[in-house]
């Protein structure tokens, strides 16, 4: 069993990004000797054991990239409104004009009965209502940026990955009270399918831990910058994990290379080691193969 934790980060430009830690059985310890590498905040973490469903896209859909989206605005109890992000819209679930929801079609009534599993970031409200849906083409960095999350209740976090006949898996993340874990989720998952052509192949869930320190300021400030670190297996299989806005102190005078012997950086890889796991194969991470920076154009 491959388990995920997925993170938050947040830079001192106010950008977020996602990354996903696979594990034998959870990796907590991993990811808050990770914290210690970073210039940007971990602001969300939640991890658990994967579910493969296993299903392969259609082919022939009009909007089969994993970069087009339905951009979905919700609102919650108090009327405080949220974007949600489902990949490979469904034709048959939007207007005639071929860009615009139908708001009578059978799975937005279907996600408008199930999505008060659902709560609104900022307030911790249930949301009640589609306010409007449109897709949006070649977005492929597009995410769910949820900066504050209200006190008021526990967090629940499922995310889903999505595969689709083009492009890189993308996620999906659904949000709410930690009750809705399982059949509630279960429900806006399917929901949620029903208006994509793409497929969930894998989910998982957890409790959702919110942290709030401050970024850090040094040379790496945006989380467009990251250090890949890999590992590898007994049977040489490698796996990425990615820490954004890395430390300059993590890496050699060069500023790209890793050094695996700096203090923080070797107790992460030690951590990394008695947790980890590769999920091509399903094995333990036995080594560490090394790491280096990496850039990417601002989005």
Known sequence: ??????????????????????????????????????????????????????????????????????????????????????????LSTADVDGRNWDSGASPWIGFGTFMAAMNGPYTGAPLTVVSNATIARDCPHITQQWFNFSTSITWGRRTLQWDGVHGRPVLTHII?????????????????????????????????????????VDMYNSVNDACEVYFQDAAGNLTEVIIPAPNRVIFLPDGKTLDVNQVNVASFISSAIAQLAVPVSGLAVVSCVGGQLSKRSVY
């Open 1 to 90: 069993m491959i388990w995920r934790h997925t993170l938050t980060w947040l830079d001192v430009g106010f950008r977020e990004r996602v990354t996903i830690v696979p594990s034998i059985a959870g990796s907590t310890a991993t990811v808050d000797l990770m914290r210690l590498l970073s210039n940007a905040v971990l602001t969300t973490a939640s991890d658990g054991p994967t579910t493969a469903i296993g299903d392969t896209p259609p082919l022939g859909a009009q909007y089969p990239d994993l970069s087009d989206h339905w951009v979905i605005t919700a609102a919650d109890l108090v009327g405080d409104q949220t974007q949600l992000y489902v990949p490979a819209p469904l």
């Open 176 to 216: 709410g009270d930690v009750s809705s874990l399982g059949p509630s989720f279960d429900d806006v998952q399917a929901a949620l399918q029903a208006l994509s052509s793409g497929m969930v192949t894998h989910w998982w869930e957890a409790p959702m831990a919110i942290y709030s320190d401050p970024p850090t």
